[in-house]
Every structure is written in C-alpha cells, then in structure tokens.
C-alpha cells in the first residue's frame, strides 16, 4: 500500500484543509439562507461566496505548484497549470470586484445574473483544474 503511484495524504490534506475550508463561507450563507427562508440564489450579489472559494483554491494549488521539484519532463504541464490558475485567481478577484461595483452601481438584474452564471461557471472549472492539479502534484511528490 505504501508503494502507490499517487501521494494520496498529500492530496486528501488538500481537500480537507483547503477545498474544504474555502468552502464554509459558501455553505454558511446557504445555511443562513435557507433559514431566512431565502434559499433563492438569483444573483451573484446573493451568493458572491462562491468567487472566495474558487479564488482560495486556486491560490493553494498554485502556491503547491510553484513548491514543487518538478521532473523537467513535466515542467511545461506545470507552468501551463500554474498560469492558467494564477489567471483563475486573478479573474475570480476581477469578479468579485464587479459584484461590489454591481451593488454599488444598482445595474439590473439581468448583468447580475449573468455574473452569477460566470461566477459559478469560472468556479467549476477551476475548482476541476484545481484537483486535477493536485492528483499530478501527489504522483510527481510521491516519485521523487
């Protein structure tokens, strides 16, 4: 069992630590939402939670990234993901960002809900990149 090809403890840390965690903000409102009998997400003003967590995950798995001794066979995967996360975090930083000018502004509710199918949208796919980052960082720590 200790000769597997992936650093599985490595990579449940991660989830437990940081997908996890990154997620307790988004759950909390929807707890609280829901016992405000409010659990109608229809804005991205109601739920801006969900750009913290993809902004959090991307950040950890970059920081894990850039931590990595990587095999120069690798290195171009690595930066790739690394590049493409740190955009991740920055266009989840930009995001946010517009919600706040959002709320500030007071645009209609179509600009809003489109922000909120992005946000949701942007998040997905990094938090998909964002495991899929980690497994290769696991086979690539548990090989060294």
Not at 5 to 14: A, G, P
Not at 31 to 38: G, H, M, T, V, Y
Not at 85 to 113: C, E, H, K, W
């Amino acid at each position: 069992m200790a000769d597997t090809i992936v650093n599985w403890k490595k990579f449940v840390n991660w989830v437990l630590f940081n997908a996890l965690f990154a997620l307790f903000p988004l759950l909390s409102v929807w707890f609280f939402r829901a016992l405000l009998r409010k659990s109608a997400v229809e804005t991205v003003s109601d739920f801006p939670e969900i750009l913290f967590f993809s902004l959090m995950v991307c950040a950890t798995t970059v920081s894990d990234l850039r931590g990595l001794e990587k095999p120069s066979r690798w290195a171009l995967i690595f930066f790739t993901l690394e590049a493409i996360l740190l955009f991740g975090a920055t266009g989840s930083a930009i995001l946010y960002g517009g919600v706040r000018v959002a709320g500030i502004i007071n645009p209609d509710m179509t600009f809003q809900s489109q922000l909120l199918t992005y946000s949701i949208v942007v998040s997905v796919l990094l938090f998909i990149l964002s495991v899929t980052s980690e497994i290769l960082v696991a086979i690539v720590d548990r090989q060294r």
